[in-house]
Each structure stands twice: as C-alpha cells, then as structure tokens.
C-alpha cells in the first residue's frame, strides 16, 4: 500500500517547501483525518482479531503508515525546535483550546499515550509491556521537566546581574525539546511493537481518533459552550 508523502516539515527543504508550524499542522491532521486514518479503519475491518501479520499485509501497511505519520509530526517539531526553541517547548499557537491541557513541553504528555492504550483493554502481555513503559516515563519526564526548570532559574538569576546569556539559553530550551520529542517517539515505537498486528492498529486507530477529536467543531463548539464566560479585567479590578 504506497504511503501518502507527508506534508514538508516546517524550516527544511526548498524555500518553496518551508511553511509556517500552523500550516504545517494543518495539513499534518488532513492526511490524518484522509486518506490514512480510513485506509486503516478499512484494513481494521477486513482482518481478524487474532491477525498477527507481516509487515506486507495491508492491516500492517496501513498501521506503519499511521505510525510513522506520527513520527514525521516530532520530527517536524525538532525542526520547529532548532529554528524557534522558546516556540517549541510552549504551546504553539496552532493548538486547539482543548489541546492545551494535554500539553507538556510543546506536544501531548506522552502518558495519554499509555492511558490511552490501557482503555483499550489489552492483553496481560501487552499490560505489563505498557507497565514498563509508563516506568520509563516516570523516570524520563522529571528529569527533562528539572532540566527546563535549572534552565529558566540559570536565566532569570544571570538576567538579574545583568549577566544572561541568551544564546546559551536558547540552546538549552532546544535540548530539552529535542529529549521531549524523543521520549514521544520511543514511547510510540515501544508500544506499537509490543502490541503487534491487530492490536497495534486498534490502538493507533485510537490515538488518531483521539487527536483529531481535539480539533473536531462539534468537540470544539461543545467545549466552548462548557466553558464559563470570559472575565473582564475591570471586572476583576474592583
């Protein structure tokens, strides 16, 4: 099954090819939404539960194809990094308003990814591997959310004697995005390669429902009806 190119990263190829992170993730989410997200509902379809399959077979394509979309995404957040790195560990401003809570250092917390695939109700092989891996991410994420943090102090108290190095800085923040992104990435891998042929493609089938969901209108017009009316400053004021 060919796979669609993925849309150029942001910052890299032929000037003609550079976009903007916002057009980028806009055309990232339409190949999500199709064709891949239906190719693999319809490989989902045609194969058994109890399909293991090559990596020939179309269940397997399609989930290859939605993995390594994903993949393209952080890696085309590691360019966003290199060319902007305060950009890349905030929310960027192409982000849905139910997207921000999900957030950490620039993309989703990769323990929704875990979360996500435990609702799935997988098997007690698949259970203890995704064990291991929240184990991992429990190590991995303090230690990049302390190497921000000795990041912004170092600035903010070189700033005050007028000493701050901007440029170091700025080189710091990339870093702390680059190991972000590699935590997502090896997060992803490792779960789809425990879960293997159906199980795999049933679990990416959901990560993909679930991040198009955040920037579904229906969802969208549903969470802004849910949240409380704007507060003006004056109001606050008195």
């Known amino acids: 099954m060919p796979r669609p190119p993925p849309p150029p990263p942001p910052g890299r190829g032929a000037p003609g ?22 190719l693999l509902r319809r490989a989902l379809s045609s194969s058994s539960s109890s399909s293991s ?22 890696s085309a957040l590691d360019a ?13 401003h192409w982000r849905s308003p139910l997207e921000l809570p999900f957030l950490w250092i620039g993309d989703l917390h990769p323990s929704l990814v875990t979360s996500l695939l435990r609702s799935l109700s997988p098997s007690p092989r698949l259970l203890a591997a995704t064990d291991r ?18 990041a912004q102090e170092a600035f903010i108290s070189a700033e005050v004697s007028g000493a701050a190095d901007v440029e170091a800085f700025l080189e710091e923040l990339k870093d702390v995005a680059l190991d972000a992104n590699r935590l997502r990435r090896g997060v992803l891998s490792e779960l789809v390669a425990a ?28 969470f802004d009806q849910c949240r409380a009316s704007p507060v003006h400053l004056e109001d606050t004021a008195s």
């Open 17 to 38: 090819a550079r976009r903007p992170m916002r057009e980028f993730f806009a055309a990232w989410l339409s190949t999500l939404r199709s064709p891949l997200l239906p």
């Open 53 to 74: 399959g090559g990596w020939d077979d179309p269940l397997s394509s399609a989930a290859a194809a939605v993995e390594a979309h994903f993949q393209a995404h952080w």
């Open 80 to 92: 966003a990094a290199r060319q902007d790195p305060a950009q890349a560990v905030s929310a960027g």
């Open 133 to 150: 891996v929240d184990r991992r991410i429990r190590a991995a994420v303090p230690s990049i959310s302390d190497r921000l943090r000795r």
């Open 195 to 222: 879960a293997g042929g159906y199980q795999a493609a049933l679990f990416l089938e959901a990560l993909s429902r679930f991040v198009l969901s955040m920037h579904d209108p229906e969802v969208l017009r549903r």
